[in-house]
């Protein structure tokens, strides 16, 4: 199925769409972009349907070519202090607040959403796999995530989060049981099964 330039011909929309979500360490970031109306390429897909070198490729065509752009994150204390969903809905207003250029209409991947100013916005599932916009900023949140992740992962190499990003793969979660949590990792979060927790606390 071939991506929607737009959900309304009229207007300037907005495509919005986070990255690191599911993941039990480091920020989740959001992108927010608007892309010209001739705005075309092949590749151009939801992030997580394409490889680590297409969207590396992608990333600065996306950048350059958008009438605007913006990535914001949040950190783990900050997604701890008020939950995922809400951290993930902030740090969208975050991105949206940095646009150079003010859009006529939001389209959010996913399907919750809090008002942002007065601008009207279309939640839809799936979204990224939709619409050109919402594709742009899953790519854009996702690259400049997993940017961040490297340099994380040089101050705690033995997590892997060069690899796993801080997704919670069986790597990652070894390390933490054998390590413990970092001050980068998301309390709120399940860490580890509980087995493995069970195992930790007889030691």
Not at 57 to 78: G, S
Not at 118 to 139: E, F, N, T, V
Request: proline share 5%.
């Amino acid at each position: 199925m071939s991506l929607k330039p737009y959900l309304n011909t009229r207007i300037i929309e907005a495509g919005c769409d986070e990255a690191g979500r599911g993941c039990l360490a480091g920020p989740v970031s959001a992108a927010a972009v608007i892309l010209p109306r001739n705005f075309k390429h092949p590749q151009l897909n939801d992030s997580k349907q394409l490889t680590e070198r297409q969207r590396e490729i992608l990333r600065p065509i996306i950048e350059r070519e958008a009438l605007a752009w913006e990535v914001a994150m949040l950190d783990n204390h900050q997604i701890d202090e008020i939950n995922i969903l809400q951290a993930s809905i902030s740090c969208m207003h975050k991105a949206l607040n940095g646009l150079m250029k003010r859009p006529d209409a939001l389209l959010i991947d996913g399907n919750r959403f809090r008002q942002y100013e007065d601008i009207k916005h279309y939640c839809i599932i799936k979204g990224d796999g939709k619409y050109m916009s919402i594709a742009a900023a899953s790519i854009l949140a996702k690259t400049h995530r997993d940017e961040y992740m490297l340099e994380l992962h040089a101050q705690h190499p033995e997590y892997g989060w060069n690899q796993n990003k801080g997704y919670p793969t069986k790597k990652h979660r070894a390390a933490i049981a054998k390590h413990g949590p970092t001050d980068l990792h998301r309390t709120s979060f399940r860490l580890l099964p509980d087995q493995e927790e069970i195992m930790l606390k007889s030691y």
